[in-house]
Every structure is written in structure tokens, then in C-alpha cells.
């Protein structure tokens, strides 16, 4: 995007950002020079429960869709506009647990980009785009029974320093010089701002002046957009920590209970951080193709199967890993096929997503409308189910699943590759083995008892959800330990400790023809086995794996988001009766680092 204050803005992150939701209403608001106090809120319900569901204006604002932006680049957002979705939401989705309207980049800014403030520095409705101003539009939103959301990005935005002299509202003796760092460095994704120095008292009292605003305007969800460590920038001059921090004592000091998301592509070495400040987190690149429809398989939905299972851990009650707006709803102007739209929704909703669809809700198609109203799958993102994981390697087949808490599996079989494909779940990769009830969730239909596994024929880019409700027993393995003395290390391979590992080691400098070779694996009988490899990565890594003198098999291990995570992922091997080996081979690659093979009594 170009603009005026956001210098040459990439083409991605703008629709990532920040969410705060504030959920209590106020009663009129605060004027730029006057201060309305917030009435008492009532008790506050626990923040970021479960994942948010809603509706964002970024999609169709970047699109190059016909006829969305006819004024030019990003004009779509006006208060027509979001009425309109705000209504449809309200009439198709509501029913559903569907609740915010938010507001994108933008609304302070005119046709041209060229933005706007009130005295005090903080954004100001532009008046052709919102002509009765933001409380109005927070007015008709919550008069339907939905939340009203708003866009921020981090920082002080250089168009409003104005030579540091404007001063801060309801801050006797702060001007904005008082507020950045006196040699104006700059900070978030687009460098569009100048970065906020909190050693300085200002500092946090300019923060409190707009969070003042916006909740006297009543709005329930913020987005604050390009923070760092993230938004493809690092260094001391993108570390928003201190931003969030920020915010979030903002927020919570007006009276309202707040919902803190940042965002974009965060940074997963500050997982700490965001979850201590914030309830949600925008953990990849916008999924926008900022092409000729919303969206597009290649950039970025697929993406997401990469960049995800890292972040699995860190999402729970109070705090949600943000995939980005759900775009299934409209058929043509997705740029997805159907096949592509229910992967896309299926991988939202196990990985616990927030549901909130960017599609133009006056126009959702018979088919997007039934995948954004499947109960038993918005069940899934959210009900107490854990978020999935992928139980097998990132190949272009997978399987994820989530155990749940009265014992049946969560269970989602993907086909990535570009032609159709069988997609086995072998329910020795969740744990146990015999008979399994399963039910297919987007078909509403009991499929009976399945004996072992699950295998479906998928389309290109397909997939399907079921839950499977175990009827057979527990699985029996052998553990083998991978710094075991009776193993063999070839290359570079070497022993280190490990404290996340079963055996408080691992092997690890599997590189460059790296080798790890278990030895003496015993088993009754021949046959091909599931065996489970526990193992940590801090980024996707391949390894070929093979046994004896077979054939090898390169299969590319998810990321376990650190080099302290221990998870696992389960791959199959043809063993012959008695004893066998197992080698894992780095080949010209960096390999994951390998903590044990469990291998299960029975060939599958």
C-alpha cells in the first residue's frame, strides 16, 4: 500500500494487527477536550475465553476484486459500508456466535491517505468516509446486539508529532516531543511512526489519552497493527513490548474490560510476552493475496499448515493464536475452490482460531454460509477442545488431531498436494488401537465403527473432520532412547542434554550427512509399523528416515516453536521379525534434534 504517512507500505500486514476488545458500553462520549468518565461495568466476564468470532473490513478494503474499491485503493471502508456488513452479520451470523464488526486501517484517513487528528495527536474520524463520526457507528453496532471494533497501529504516528509541540491530552505540561525518543527514531512494520520512549512519564499518558477516546466512543475491540519483535522487523527499534504493556494499562485503567491482540507474524521467542500482555496474537503474514479476489491457496492460506503447529502450545483461555480473517464465504471473489474453502475452514477451527470472516456478508453464497454456520465444527474452535497438532509429518498428506477432554480425538485429514490423494489416520498415532465410532462434523454423519484407522480419498488441496471416540484398547510400545550407547552416530551426530527429553538427553548436529542409527529394534512380527518420534525443532526440518537397508523416506518435521519443546510425530517404517534397525539421515539438511522412537507392539 502507498500512503502519505506509511512511506511505501508492503503489501502485507495492514489486516494483521492488534485486537483489544472492550465489552462494557459508555454512555456518551468523551469530546477532544473534555474527559467523560466510564460508568461501572458490572462484573467483567473472564477475558479471551474462547476465541473471538466476527466480521473485519481488511479483506475486502485490499482486494482488487471488481467493483469492491471503486474510488480507488482501500475505499471501501466508510461507515455505509460497515452498516451495511454490520446488519448482515447481524440478521446471518449473530445466531452463531459471531459478534465483532471491525473496523480496519484507515477510518482516520482520506481517499488520498492523507490522515487526520484531533489536538491532542490522536486519530480523528475522516468525515467523508465516516461522516457521523466513530461513536455513531458504535452506536448502530451495539444497538444490534454485536461489539464494535477499531484499528490502531503501534506508535506514534509522525504526522501527529507535529514538531513535538501538540500537546497531550489531560497532561498538564506533555507535548509529543515528550512522548518519543529525542532522536525520533522510528518503529513498527511500515516505519510510519516515531517509537515511544516509556523511561519518559508522557510517554504512558499519551497511550492513556487514546485508549480514553476510544472507549468514550464506546468501541469494544481494538486492533493495534505492526508490532515487533514481528511485523518482518527486528531489533531494539521494533521491540513493542513496552507498546503492548502499555495498551493494555491503558485499556483496563478506563473501566473496561479489554481483549489485547497484537499483531502481525509475531514473534514466537516473545510467546511470554504476548500472552502476559495480550489475548491474542497474529502468529503469520496477512492471509490477503492483494490480488484480483480476497484470497488465494498459494499466498498465503497454505502457509498456515507451516507456520502453525510452533504456536499449538501457547494458544488456550485468555490468549488465541491468530490465523487471520476466514475468507470461505463468497465463492468467486474467495479466489478458492471448494475443496480449498473447507481445508481453510477446517484448519481454522482445530487450531482454535478466531473465527472472523472478511467476505462481503450481503452476498455469502449457499455453500460459505453453511461453512460459517456448521455448529459442530464452530464447537470445535469453540468448546473446551485443545487446539490440534499435526500427528504426522508436514507432507503434502497430514493428520492433526486434539484429544478431548471425555476422550474421543478431534481428528483432520488434509490433502495438500496439487492432485487427489488417500489420507490415512491410524489411530496407533493418537494412542491406541482396535475399534474407533467416528462422526463426520461438516456432514453431520455417524460413520459407524472403524476398525484401526480412518482412510478417505481427498480432492487436491481437500480435507475432513471427524471425531473419533475410541472402543479398542491403549497402545503398547517399546521405547528406544536416541543417546542410547547401543546406538550409532555418523557425521557430525552428537549427545547433549536435554531437560524437556525422556531421558534428560537428545541427539542433535544432525547435519550435513548427519546420521542416527537405532540399533537392536526387536519386534515379533514383520509388517509395516507406525513409530512415534519424539523430537524438537525450533523451525520446520527434514529428515529421511529408513530401516535396515530399505528405502529411505523424506519427510519434513513441524516445528515444535523452540529448541526446548519436545513433541512428536508419527512415521511409518517396514520392519522384519526379530531385530532391525532405524536410521534418521540429515542428508544435505539440518535435521531435527531426536529425543527417542516409541515402537508399538503390532504392524498396522
Known sequence: MRSPSYSVLPARGLGAAVVLALTAGLATAAPATAHTAPPSAGPPSAPAAKPFMGWSSWSMQSSKYPGLNPDGDYSYLTEANVLKQADALAEKLKPYGYEYVNIDSGWWRDK????????????????????????????????????????????????????????????????????????????????????????????????????????????????????????????????????????????????????????????????????????????????????????SWENSVDDRFDDTPGWTRHAGPGGWNDLDSLDVGNGAMDGLTRAERQTYATLWAIAKSPLYTGDDLTELDAYGVRLLTNREVIAVDQGATPP?????????????AAKNPDG??????????????????????????????????????????????????????????????????????????AEAGANTLGGRASVSDCAACSGGKKVGDLYSGGTLRFNDIVVDRPGTYLIKVAYISGDARPVSVFAGSGAATRHTFPSTGDWGTVETVSVPVTLTSGRNTVTFDSGPDYAPDIDRIDVPATPR
Open 112 to 295: 488520498s491517505w492523507k490522515p487526520g487528528y484531533d489536538a491532542y495527536g490522536r486519530q480523528r474520524a475522516d468525515p467523508v468516509r465516516f461522516p457521523h463520526g466513530m461513536k455513531a457507528v458504535a452506536d448502530h453496532i451495539h444497538g444490534l446486539g454485536l461489539k464494535a471494533g477499531i484499528y490502531l497501529p503501534v506508535g506514534l504516528e509522525k504526522e501527529a508529532y507535529g514538531d513535538g509541540k501538540v500537546p497531550v491530552w489531560h497532561a498538564d505540561g506533555c507535548t509529543t516531543a515528550d512522548v518519543v525518543h529525542d532522536d525520533l527514531r522510528t518503529t513498527n512494520g511500515w516505519d510510519s511512526a516515531y517509537k515511544i520512549d516509556f523511561a519518559k512519564p508522557c510517554a504512558q499518558k499519551y497511550i492513556d489519552s487514546q485508549a480514553r477516546l476510544l472507549a468514550g466512543w464506546g468501541y469494544d475491540f481494538l486492533k493495534l497493527d505492526g508490532v515487533g519483535p514481528g511485523s518482518f522487523k527486528s531489533g531494539d527499534n521494533y521491540d513493542n513490548v513496552a507498546d503492548v504493556a502499555a495498551w493494555q494499562k491503558a485499556l483496563a485503567a478506563t473501566g473496561r474490560p479489554v481483549h489485547l491482540e497484537i499483531s502481525w507474524s509475531l514473534d514466537i521467542g516473545h510467546a511470554a510476552d504476548w500472552k502476559k500482555h495480550s489475548n491474542g496474537w497474529r502468529v503469520d503474514t496477512d492471509v490477503e493475496c492483494y490480488c484480483n479476489t480476497l484470497v
Open 388 to 400: 490440534a497438532r499435526p500427528v504426522t509429518p508436514a507432507d503434502p498428506q497430514q493428520v492433526w
Open 408 to 481: 474421543s480425538y478431534t481428528v483432520a485429514l488434509f490433502n495438500l498436494a496439487d492432485a487427489p490423494a488417500a489420507v490415512t489416520a491410524d489411530y496407533s498415532a493418537l494412542g491406541f488401537t482396535g475399534k474407533a465410532a467416528v462422526r463426520d462434523l461438516w456432514n453431520h454423519e455417524n460413520l459407524g465403527t472403524r476398525q484401526n484407522k480412518i482412510t478417505e480419498a481427498l480432492p487436491a488441496h481437500g480435507s475432513r473432520l471427524f471425531t473419533v471416540t475410541p472402543r479398542g484398547s491403549a497402545l503398547t510400545t517399546t521405547r528406544y532412547e
